[in-house]
Nanobody, 123 residues
Framework: QVQLVESGGGLVQAGGSLTLSCTAS????????MGWFRQAPGKEREFVGTITWTTAGTFYADAVKGRFTISRDNAKNMMFLQMGSLKPEDTAIYYC????????????????WGQGTQVTVSS
């Protein structure tokens, strides 16, 4: 079955950088698009960024625009989230997402979720 596995989470100081990875496996259909979401304690899961698989076009939430960069490796079915200038408010569980849409900006477009990886930014 389809499986998404994230890695790279951890503890980092404010202003620092961290890169997350997501690997998709067990796919029986092509990838249209993937995305990153995050959820802080007591908050709803929110959109972070998305990337189309054929053109690598990207779209980011305003909160992370200019600081985060999404990329992908088509051959390896991998997606990456480079996070820079991290702030304490970036602290959350980050989830990798796969759907039937090329652009995944809302949870309703998500078909599969990764298990999540914790990112904690200290002040």
């Amino acid at each position: 079955q389809v499986q998404l596995v994230e890695s790279g989470g951890g503890l980092v100081q404010a202003g620092g950088s961290l890169t997350l990875s997501c690997t998709a496996s067990g796919l029986t259909d092509r990838i249209y698009g993937m995305g990153w979401f995050r959820q802080a304690p007591g908050k709803e899961r929110e959109f972070v960024g998305t990337i189309t698989w054929t053109t690598a076009g990207t779209f980011y939430a305003d909160a992370v625009k200019g600081r985060f960069t999404i990329s992908r490796d088509n051959a390896k079915n991998m997606m990456f989230l480079q996070m820079g200038s991290l702030k304490p408010e970036d602290t959350a569980i980050y989830y990798c997402a796969l759907g039937d849409s090329r652009v995944l900006t809302t949870t309703r477009n998500v078909k599969y979720w990764g298990q999540g990886t914790q990112v904690t930014v200290s002040s």
